[in-house]
Each structure stands twice: as C-alpha cells, then as structure tokens.
C-alpha cells in the first residue's frame, strides 16, 4: 500500500525487489501494490524505471498469467510474457488478484481513497503480509487496520524464516 507522502523513487526501488527477486517465487514476494490514483502515474514512471535495471529472467508462470491479463480487463504497462511484467487496471474480482502468483509480475491497482486500499488489501484469503509505504503516523494506522500476520512499514522484509503459510 502506497500512502500520499511516500518517498516515491525510494519505495520502486523496494518494490522492485520485493516483486522480481527470486522471479517471484518467494514466500515474501509482493505481487499486489495499491496506489491513490493521484500518484499512480509519478509512481509508474518511478516503477518502470527501476524495474528496467533490475534483472529478470523467464518464466513459463509469467507467459501463462500475461495471457490472462485482457481477460481480466488489464493491460500490460510494462514488460513482456519472456521475463517480467508490470501489470494495471486489471479487475479487482480476477483471481489474479487473490492467488499467489509465483512469477515475476506486478500488479498495480488505483485506488481514490486510501480506505479503499484497506478494503482490497483485506479481501484477498491470503494474509501473510503487507507492506505500507509513506509517512511513518499514517503507516502505522493503516497497519493496524490491515487483516495480515505482519505488516513491515516502509521497507521490505527479506526472508523473514518467522512468516506462516498464506491463509487468513
């Protein structure tokens, strides 16, 4: 979750390890990020460019889900179906985004408001963890609302051995 106030460049460069690293197969890999739809063209830009200086390689899991994407109302806002991909608007009811992924893939939804982001991020039956970006007062009221077995506040867990399964 991307809050107003985030360090914008700094959290593309986070999230770009946290989706990509290991072709996001990790326990902890992300591969849902809400952003206020007032900051999801700075941070696109922002992703996009990190996401380019980070290495990928294939995955025959990323062809299979960049196929889905158009049926699922989404585009592909960066990347391609050979290494990894930045996906957007795609809808909130696609069982993308309730799975876990396991493949080098993005997806970015828009939210209005930042109660919205709390409604999506609980939806989903996996709550391992979420991660929440931005000023460390509005970071923390956020998490407390979050229904996920840890919350890291403006940083990235790396493998943390004390995460559980994915299930609420």
């Known amino acids: 979750l991307i809050l107003d106030g985030a360090d914008l460049e700094k959290v593309a460069e986070q999230l770009c390890e946290s989706c990509f690293a290991g072709a996001g197969s990790l326990r902890e890999s992300v591969s849902k990020i809400l952003v206020l739809e007032s900051k999801t063209q700075e941070f696109m830009d922002a992703f996009q460019k990190a996401a380019e200086k980070y290495p990928h390689s294939s995955s025959e899991k990323l062809a299979s889900l960049i196929q889905q994407v158009p049926h699922d109302q989404g585009k592909i806002a960066w990347g391609n179906k050979d290494s990894a991909a930045i996906v957007k608007d795609l809808s909130h009811c696609s069982v993308m985004q309730q799975d876990a992924l396991n493949a080098p893939i993005a997806i ?57 399964c994915g299930q609420k």
């Open 108 to 164: 970015v939804s828009s939210v209005k408001y930042q109660h919205e982001m709390l409604k999506w991020a609980n939806t989903g039956y996996l709550g391992v963890s979420a991660q929440v970006f931005g000023p460390e007062d509005k970071a923390l009221k956020v998490a407390e609302k979050l229904e996920v077995g840890k919350v890291y506040n403006n940083s990235w867990l790396r493998e943390d051995p004390s995460l559980g």
